[in-house]
């Protein structure tokens, strides 16, 4: 409470005062929806589950009573069709927001993302623009399982003329999307639903910036570089990490995956001489395996001490029940393991980092996949 003494408020009101100060996850969603389309009075926003009374996790509360049902609206399930229609507008100089409540669905709008959207500013001589944010909800919770829980992040990076975007936090995702959504071409914003809920304290919406990684927690012995959710690991690792081995890591959430902001990560690494990558995708072809590539082949003598670690999942599908669950997704305990091997420091077998029970949500306020 002595924090807060300079505001002169009364005791009973800070709860509320920390509140109204706080932003989550989805809250910056839904107020970086709101401030685009105030701005860009033309700007559509529509996809599955718009309107439901869930509002995506409330990402789109109150977008249709603002704006109107021609503005914001709910369509038939056909991912092939809404994202045809979010090119046809957009090259009629409308911008649209194109929401998917999973990404596995949306991988039956491939050819039009593909072959049309990804292809169109440099077949026309970059004349034309397709300024389109394709909002795609990934991640694991509740036995999801194989078809609905995929992190096919490495898939879009592979893919020239688009742009990927996996911010951790609040704030960041609030700034990345409205950069995401005035970028003249098309960006996938990718949200990991164990993320809608976390909070921290709201920042007001500056210039819109270029996205860039950002340093979380800085350090001097290891870098770990990660991705979404494995960022909220990633911190838990280096918390329990220096509180019981005295290691200082350098936490880096890459926010935007393609393009890389490179530059970031070789000045951290320059510095500790160590480095994790942690990766929600799948271990083969990940960002994980590009970012070790680009940092090896930096030309830079003696970057690192030892080879870096990537972290990834395993090469098969996610599993539904509770017992495989368990086991299969990585998280802090893997990363601080990893880190303990590079730096050559014997794991003491009586600390241990305890995972959140049950292991298959978030916390309790999760309650449903949207």
């Known amino acids: 409470m002595q924090s807060h003494q300079n505001f002169l408020i009364p005791k009973r009101h800070i709860r509320e005062f920390m509140q109204n100060n706080e932003i989550s996850y989805s809250s910056s969603i839904n107020e970086a929806l709101k401030y685009s389309m105030k701005k860009d009075k033309n700007m559509i926003c529509y996809g599955l589950g718009v309107t439901d009374p869930k509002e995506i996790f409330s990402t789109t509360k109150d977008l249709v009573k603002i704006f109107g049902s021609k503005r914001v609206f709910d369509v038939p399930t056909s991912e092939n069709v809404l994202t ?7 090259l009629n100089n409308v911008r649209s927001v194109v929401s998917h409540q999973r990404l596995d669905f949306f991988l039956l709008a ?3 993302l593909v072959n049309s959207a990804a292809k169109w500013h440099y077949m026309f001589g970059s004349k034309a623009s ?8 990934i991640g694991r919770g509740w036995g999801q399982g194989p078809t609905h829980s995929q992190n096919l992040q490495s898939w879009f990076n592979h893919i020239p003329g688009l742009k990927v975007v996996m911010p951790t936090f609040a704030n960041d995702a609030r700034d990345a999307l409205i950069s995401s959504i005035f970028d003249p071409n098309p960006v996938l914003f990718l949200e990991h639903r164990w993320l809608h809920e976390n ?13 860039k990684s950002k340093i979380c927690s800085k350090g001097k012995d290891i870098t770990i570089v990660s991705t979404s959710y494995l960022t909220i690991e990633a911190l838990r690792a280096a918390k329990f990490l220096k509180k019981n081995y ?3 890591a350098e936490i880096i959430d890459l926010i935007s995956i393609k393009p890389l902001d490179l530059n970031t ?3 951290s690494v320059k510095k500790t001489k160590n480095l994790i990558v942690a990766d929600t995708g799948f271990s083969t072809g990940s960002i994980a395996s590009d970012i070790i590539y680009e940092v090896m082949n930096s030309n830079k003598k003696s970057i690192v001490k030892s080879f870096p670690k990537k972290i990834a999942m395993p090469d098969v599908p996610e599993p539904t029940s509770y017992g495989l669950t368990k086991n299969f997704y990585v998280g802090a305990n893997k990363i601080t393991d990893e880190v303990l091997k590079i730096l050559n420091i014997k794991k003491n077998k009586e600390l241990i980092l305890k995972e959140p029970i049950p292991h298959d949500v978030p916390g309790n306020w999760f309650k449903g996949p949207f």
């Open 130 to 137: 397709v300024p389109i944010t394709i909002r795609l909800i």
């Open 199 to 211: 909070k921290e304290k709201k920042i007001k919406i500056g210039k819109i910036k270029k996205i």
């Open 84 to 90: 045809g229609i979010s090119i046809g507008a957009a």
């Open 110 to 112: 491939m050819d039009q």
């Open 246 to 248: 005295n290691i200082s």
């Open 265 to 267: 990560i070789l000045k």
